[in-house]
C-alpha cells in the first residue's frame, strides 16, 4: 500500500510526462495491495482516485465512478484494523469523493 501512494505521488508530480512511466506501476502496487487484503478501505480508495484521476484522459466521465465512491464510503466503518498499529487514514478523502459527485 505505501508503494502504491509513493508512486502516486511520483506520478501527480507531472502527470502528462510522468504518467506512462507511473500509471502501470501504481496500478500494480494497488492490485498488489488488494490481492493481499481485499477488504483494505485504503486500497480501494486509492484505486479509486486513480481511477477517477485517468478518466477524462480515457474518455470517461469520472461521475461514473461515484457508486463505488458512495459503497466504499458506506462500508468504510466496517473495516476492523488487525491492530491500533495500522493506518487509519482516508475516510476524509472518500467523504470528499462523494461530496465532489454531487
Known amino acids: 500500500m505505501l508503494q ?13 510526462e510522468r504518467g506512462q512511466q507511473y500509471s502501470g506501476l501504481v ?12 477488504t483494505n478501505p485504503r486500497a ?14 480515457m474518455g470517461l466521465d469520472p461521475k461514473s465512478f461515484c457508486p463505488q465512491a458512495k459503497d466504499l464510503l458506506a462500508a468504510w466503518d466496517n473495516f476492523k484494523p488487525k ?4 493506518p487509519s487514514w482516508g475516510k476524509d478523502q472518500v467523504e470528499g469523493l462523494v461530496k465532489g459527485c454531487q
Open 83 to 86: 491492530s491500533p498499529l495500522y
Open 44 to 57: 480501494k480508495l486509492m484505486k479509486l482516485q486513480m481511477d477517477m484521476g485517468s478518466a477524462p484522459y
Open 27 to 38: 496500478g500494480q502496487a494497488t492490485g498488489k495491495a488488494m490481492a493481499i487484503d481485499p
Open 4 to 16: 502504491s501512494f509513493y508512486l502516486t505521488g511520483r506520478l501527480v508530480v507531472n502527470p502528462v
